[in-house]
């Protein structure tokens, strides 16, 4: 059988002149969702950036393979190309182009890359408003320019409105559910079941129980340090909602 796993085995990873991710493993399956969580300044963003392939992040040991190929020899449009998504914690503003625009030219960037045919124009925006629908996002969201002038909730769903459109083979979430009220984390939470089904493999990465009280994870990994220190079910996340990060670790 074919192995279409993410699979993240003893990596350890230095930004500037320190190590922050210190031989760290875990494999993400098909359809898959997984939960990292831990406190601040513990490595979990470093982690996405570093899967990603952001030029400030150095690999220093360890493998990264999507499906059986090695993501470390690519750059960060490669890595998108595989398959790998990242949904940015902050993402960044680019004045004076389109949201519409900017998410075809994405779209059929991938499609060029699975050789699909590319959409038209009319294509595309059809295929866009019913995305849009499904995120509860008004038309004419789609004529702002991308990230210019967004509120956080609008940024967080433009990022699940890309995700929608691409279905990235493994979509790294870094704290989506940050600057959401209630009503959109339901949103962005039935997308994200939605593209686990369609055998997305999702990290989902947070520091609050919140919207796992719409997604139930397959797995919660606790990192401190720079290294997974614990792992479990849906239970863990809940009993750290109770508890402490080092009571948790040591209990």
Same mark, same amino acid.
């Given at each position: 059988?074919?192995?279409?796993?993410?699979?993240?085995?003893?990596?350890?990873?230095?930004?500037?002149? &320190?190590?922050?991710? %210190?031989?760290?493993?875990?494999? $993400?399956? @098909?359809?898959?969702?997984?939960?990292?969580?831990?406190? %601040?300044?513990?490595?979990?963003?470093?982690?996405?950036?570093?899967?990603?392939?952001?030029?400030?992040?150095?690999?220093?040991?360890?493998?990264?393979?999507?499906?059986?190929?090695?993501?470390?020899?690519? +750059?960060?449009?490669? &890595?998108?190309?595989?398959?790998?998504?990242?949904?940015? *914690?902050?993402?960044?503003?680019? @004045?004076?182009?389109?949201?519409?625009?900017?998410?075809?030219?994405?779209?059929?960037?991938?499609?060029?890359?699975?050789?699909?045919? #590319?959409?038209? !124009?009319?294509?595309?925006? *059809?295929?866009?408003?019913?995305?849009?629908?499904?995120?509860?996002?008004?038309?004419?969201?789609?004529?702002?320019?991308?990230? +210019?002038?967004?509120?956080?909730?609008?940024?967080?769903?433009?990022?699940? /409105?890309?995700?929608?459109?691409?279905?990235?083979?493994? /979509?790294?979430?870094?704290?989506?559910?940050?600057? $959401?009220?209630?009503?959109?984390?339901? !949103? !962005?939470?039935?997308?994200?079941? #939605?593209?686990?089904?369609?055998?997305?493999?999702? $990290?989902?990465?947070?520091?609050?129980?919140? /919207?796992?009280?719409?997604?139930?994870?397959?797995?919660?990994?606790?990192?401190? %340090?720079?290294?997974?220190?614990?792992?479990?079910?849906?239970?863990?996340?809940? +009993? /750290?909602?109770?508890?402490?990060?080092? #009571?948790?670790?040591?209990?």
């Amino acid at each position: 059988m074919a192995n279409n796993n993410l699979e993240i085995k003893n990596l350890s990873v230095k930004t500037g002149d &320190r190590t922050i991710i %210190n031989d760290l493993s875990l494999t $993400l399956t @098909p359809g898959s969702i997984h939960v990292l969580m831990g406190p %601040n300044g513990c490595g979990k963003s470093t982690l996405s950036l570093a899967l990603a392939g952001h030029p400030n992040h150095t690999i220093e040991a360890g493998t990264v393979t999507l499906a059986g190929k090695s993501l470390l020899n690519q +750059d960060a449009t490669e &890595r998108s190309l595989s398959g790998l998504m990242l949904a940015w *914690q902050n993402p960044v503003g680019i @004045p004076g182009i389109k949201i519409s625009h900017f998410l075809r030219l994405v779209v059929n960037s991938h499609r060029a890359a699975k050789k699909l045919p #590319q959409y038209s !124009v009319t294509e595309f925006l *059809q295929l866009l408003r019913a995305k849009m629908q499904s995120l509860d996002m008004k038309p004419t969201f789609a004529t702002k320019n991308v990230n +210019d002038d967004l509120s956080g909730g609008e940024k967080k769903r433009l990022e699940m /409105l890309m995700a929608s459109l691409i279905e990235p083979r493994f /979509l790294l979430l870094d704290e989506i559910d940050s600057g $959401l009220d209630i009503d959109a984390i339901k !949103v !962005v939470a039935k997308q994200i079941k #939605q593209l686990a089904k369609n055998g997305t493999g999702i $990290l989902l990465i947070t520091h609050y129980h919140r /919207l796992l009280d719409y997604v139930t994870p397959d797995q919660v990994h606790i990192i401190l %340090n720079g290294k997974i220190v614990k792992e479990g079910d849906a239970q863990l996340a809940k +009993d /750290l909602e109770l508890s402490s990060y080092e #009571q948790i670790t040591n209990g």
